[in-house]
């Protein structure tokens, strides 16, 4: 036996995957063997780490150094300096704006305020390894409940706990498995619901990827407590990474027999298997995904009968969401107080959110439920970059809500989300700084759900047509007076009559947006301007004849020959021909072109106030 | 599957394979590997402190590395870090003199005067 010296491990998350971390991997080992010390030192793909901003990012142990923005070309470097010599590289480590070296992960403010239960293991055991689950307490849970423990207890404990639905729902687990357990019936199902797909999110497909056991041993739970004997992870097809792990680790518990029959000498059995989806958004909705399953269309269909009393093929099934069940085994271990301990009186526990947008730590992070948003972005997540403004954050993705600067103060739970007109939603988190034009971005969102739809309630099908058309037609600059008031007719309208999740939340992002942000609408539509100079019709560049050397670069490179004037007379852009490809903007050697907001021609109503 | 008992089984033995990675351990032994140290063979004796801690089975103790100590004339220096206890700096260590470092200090808790370089608390 020959004992290793050091573990590396590399971030093989998606982020980091596809900033090459792989091709890093690859390169290490051939250093290593080019040094001969292959056999003393370990190098194990691990899970997302989180600050998936400084991707590729690895970790050195038992020095537990942190790596980041590492390249191929540094790992000669790094082999040679840290490997062999026992320097371990500082220009390749984390550092603030004081140039301020931070050589261990504990000290970097972006780990600070977190709390890991569910990422807990993510980024540090190597998910293809059941023993490396084991040896951080895997399955220990299970073990105890299935010794200990009857199907009330456990469901008692999980009510204790507090723990609400990760989903989004954040319906009580413990009453859902209540329902599902007070179900009389010969066979009944669990469903991990892994179809992940709001834009900007990607808590799950990160647990599932970094630790697939923790979230098998927690469906587990659940099937014990329901009585269920089968389960399902549905996964999207876009997943494929965490669809392979979660196959080998379902392979992987079946060897130990912690898959089976008589799981732990009792009268438990239980299996698991993957379905894999076509990635349509309206298949996170329960009943749809449900639907899918069975291999029919997947659509929703109106509840009662909610699942926990007829589900897959009629039977009583137990749908959690990737997180609820992640956090479960710890619950177990560490106790229900312990989880209730954390978040504010409603909201217990920890939640896990995706940063993304304009801030600088965009990345998977977990904090205690009661945090406010200005913690999560602004100490989190670093702040917004560039010297920018912080302008909105849209919580919940596309059925979630955009929130202000007035709202930064607000706690994350359930409850105060909502009364702010947002939600916890699954927890993508997406930062806007003031660049951005709410009016685009709430046409961003509507048309991704009005795609999503899937066309079984009018309300939804039609009205998000006809609410997008109205958001092209504002953004395009030919909004109308009243334009405003229909979309909120529309949006109440939708909300109300459509069966399910989808239907009901879409209208979220401009209802949201009209709530806090009316004056962008009305410039866009009364004035015909976009503030931000992001709606490309409703805004114009402009030449600066002071700043302008007459040196015709940019009329060269004008690919419509819109600009005209010579040397001495400077040159101008005819606005109508002008197609706002921003060309002349960047060749101008002393930058002289500039976006100005409003049309830039024919004035609407014969002033000249608006021409830049 | 069938008890917990087996189950801990498993995680002892999955533990310690991990153990790199937590930072429990007794003794840590530090080998310096600067130009100098390389050059008077401090891989050679990295690979028997290595070789000796994983033929004894010694699960408590941790094998590192650090750059120059600034002791070139005495290379290859070893220190011997140890929670609540002196921290003990070895030099002019051979293989040879490594393993009986590994057998007297380590195990038996004894500091091998001989090769001493100096002891700070």
């Known amino acids: 036996m020959s004992l290793k010296r050091t573990d590396i491990l590399i971030c093989c998350g998606s982020g980091c995957v596809s900033a090459g971390s792989l091709k890093i991997k690859a390169k ?27 991707g590729p990012v690895m970790m050195v142990y038992p020095e537990g150094v942190f790596y980041r923005n590492v390249s191929v070309d540094d790992v000669e470097e790094l082999v040679d300096e840290h490997l062999l010599k026992g320097r371990p590289l500082k220009r390749l480590m984390m550092q603030d704006v004081d140039d301020k070296v931070y050589t261990k992960v504990s000290e970097i403010p972006f780990y600070k305020k977190q709390i890991k239960v569910a990422l807990a293991n993510c980024g540090y055991i190597n998910p293809d390894k059941i023993e490396e689950y084991i040896a951080l307490g895997g399955y220990e849970a299970i073990g105890k409940v299935l010794s200990e423990y009857s199907q009330q207890d456990t469901i008692d404990v999980v009510t204790k706990s507090g723990l609400r639905g990760r989903g989004g729902g954040g319906f009580p687990t413990g ?7 007070d179900q009389k019936a010969d066979y009944k199902y669990v469903i991990c619901n892994a179809d992940e797909g709001d834009p900007g999110a990607f808590m799950d497909r990160s647990i599932l990827e970094g630790d697939p056991h923790r979230v098998l ?52 059995c239980f299996d698991a298997e993957v379905r894999t989806g076509a990635g349509a958004f309206v298949c996170g909705e329960e009943t749809a995904l449900i639907s ?129 007109g947002a939600m916890v939603g699954s927890g993508g988190v997406i930062v806007m700084n003031e660049d951005n034009c709410m009016v685009n971005i709430a046409k961003f969102f509507l048309e991704f759900t009005m795609e999503e739809s899937c066309g079984k309630c009018i309300p939804c099908r039609v009205g998000l047509k006809q609410m997008y058309k109205i958001m092209e037609r504002i953004t395009s600059g030919n909004g109308k007076q009243g334009d405003i008031e229909e979309l909120e007719r529309l949006g109440k309208n939708i909300c109300e009559l459509s069966l399910c999740g989808l239907g009901q939340t879409a209208p979220n992002p401009v209802l949201s947006t009209i709530r806090y942000f009316r004056h962008e609408y009305e410039s866009h539509i009364n004035d015909k301007s976009c503030k931000t100079k992001v709606c490309l019709p409703l805004m114009h560049f402009f030449i600066n004849k002071d700043k302008c050397i007459g040196c015709g670069l940019c009329s060269r490179k004008c690919p419509v020959s819109c600009i005209l004037g010579s040397r001495d007379e400077k040159y101008f852009i005819t606005q109508e021909d002008c197609i706002k490809c921003g060309n002349c903007m960047e060749v101008c050697p002393v930058s002289a072109i500039s976006k100005i907001a409003g049309v830039g021609y024919k004035p609407i109503d014969d002033s000249d106030s608006i021409y830049g | 599957m069938k008890t917990l008992a087996e189950l801990r089984k498993i995680r002892e033995k999955a533990q310690q394979e991990m153990r790199l990675r937590q930072s429990d351990n007794r003794v840590k032994i530090v080998v310096g590997m600067g130009t100098s140290g390389i050059a008077m063979g401090a891989r050679e004796v990295m690979k028997t402190i290595m070789e000796e801690v994983a033929n004894r089975n010694l699960t408590d103790v941790l094998v590192t590395q650090t750059g120059e100590k600034g002791l ?6 070893i220190d011997v870090v140890e929670e609540g206890k002196q921290t003990v700096t070895y030099g002019n260590i051979s293989p040879e003199k490594a393993r009986k470092i590994v057998a007297e200090h380590i195990v038996n808790g004894k500091i091998v005067n001989d090769f001493v370089v100096t002891v700070q608390s």
């Open chain 1, 28 to 54: 290490l080992i051939d250093e290593l063997k080019k040094h001969d010390i292959s056999d003393e030192i370990n190098v194990i793909e691990t899970g997302c780490m989180g600050p998936c901003d400084y």
């Open chain 1, 292 to 420: 899918s399953i069975e291999g029919r269309r997947g659509i929703p269909n109106a509840k009662p009968p909610f699942p926990a009393i007829s589900g897959v093929w009629t039977s009583p099934t137990d749908v959690n969401n990737v997180e609820t069940l992640a956090d479960l085994s710890t619950i177990f271990t560490k106790g229900p107080d312990w989880f209730a301990g954390m978040g504010t009186e409603t909201s217990k526990g920890t939640k896990v959110f995706a940063l993304t947008g304009d801030v600088k730590n965009t990345g998977l992070v977990e904090v205690p439920m009661g945090v406010t948003l200005r913690e999560l972005i602004f100490e989190v997540g670093g702040g917004i970059p560039n010297g920018k403004r912080f302008k909105a954050v849209q919580l919940g993705g596309p059925s979630g809500g955009c929130l202000t600067e007035d709202h930064l103060d607000t706690k994350i739970d359930y409850e105060s989300l909502k009364a702010a």
């Open chain 2, 72 to 77: 070139s004339s005495m290379e290859p220096v």
């Open chain 1, 175 to 181: 009453r859902k498995w209540q329902f599902c357990y």
């Open chain 1, 217 to 268: 041993e927690g469906m587990m739970l659940a099937a014990y407590a329901i009585g269920a004997q089968k389960g399902y992870f549905y996964i999207r097809a876009e997943y494929p990474l965490a669809i392979s792990r979660i196959k080998k680790a379902i392979v992987q518990a079946h060897e130990l027999g912690l898959l089976g029959e008589n799981i732990f000498g009792s009268n438990f």
